[in-house]
């Protein structure tokens, strides 16, 4: 079954904390995963995609393939950085292609 | 380019109404995706269509519930006779044609009330 899970509902840190919002997914092929943010009043926007391995706001992703795992981190967390974050899996089937998603992890840097 | 639009973003509805919610993709997309996030939950998949195809509507409840993107004009999701449940936000996404790590795009979302 495909499924994506983000254990922690929410997580709670002060600034200048290390961060880790964690995501576990299930899928038999190949995975492509996405870290998706929602600031408080904005729409959805793509924060990280595992294929560009690229750092976006101090943010990093890596893929492990062998935990099935693609945990966000960040070493030092900011205020700013308040939101609520997804996690997703990208399935594709021929040329259909959908977004599993997790369930979301609202992240509070306290001052 | 402004972005995926969504409206209303505010609907409110009694009960066995009709709700239409409107979603123009971004220029050039030509796949549009619906999404439901009922209260304390995450997002659920509904729908993929193409221009004038539906693709993919493995998410979509099997009664009251349809979703049509035309070739002129935007998509749209339409619920018949609403019930109290159907409440929640629903998210359009838009891509351009498939390939390896494309990003959806999102509109707002459109907030559902049904009284």
């Known amino acids: 079954a495909q499924r994506v899970t983000q254990p922690e509902k929410l997580l709670s840190v002060f600034k200048g904390a290390p961060v880790e919002l964690k995501c576990n997914y299930s899928y038999s092929g190949s995975p492509e995963l996405f870290w998706y943010v929602q600031y408080s009043r904005q729409r959805l926007q793509l924060l990280l995609r595992?294929?560009?391995?690229?750092s976006i706001k101090g943010f990093t992703a890596d893929l492990n393939k062998g935990e099935t795992s693609f945990h966000l981190k960040k070493p030092f967390a900011q205020e700013e950085d308040s939101a609520m974050y997804y996690c997703?899996?990208?399935?594709?089937?021929?040329?259909?292609?959908?977004?599993?998603w997790g369930l979301g992890t609202s992240l509070a840097v306290n001052p | 380019n402004a972005g995926v639009m969504q409206n209303p973003r505010h609907l409110v509805r009694r009960r066995g109404q009709e709700a239409r919610l409107r979603c123009s993709p971004m220029k050039g997309h030509s796949h549009v995706y619906w999404y439901r996030q009922l209260p304390e939950e995450g997002l659920k998949f509904m729908v993929y269509?193409?221009?004038?195809?539906?693709?993919?509507e493995s998410g979509m409840p099997k009664e009251r519930f349809s979703a049509e993107f035309p070739k002129e004009g935007p998509s749209i999701l339409r619920i018949q006779q609403v019930v109290r449940g159907d409440s929640a936000a629903y998210f359009c996404a838009s891509s351009p044609p498939v390939g390896v790590g494309d990003e959806a795009f999102f509109g707002q979302g459109t907030r559902l009330t049904v009284v």
């Open positions: 997703a899996l990208s399935t594709h089937a021929g040329n259909n292609r959908k977004l599993i």
């Open positions: 269509l193409q221009k004038e195809n539906i693709i993919d």
């Open positions: 595992h294929i560009s391995r690229e």
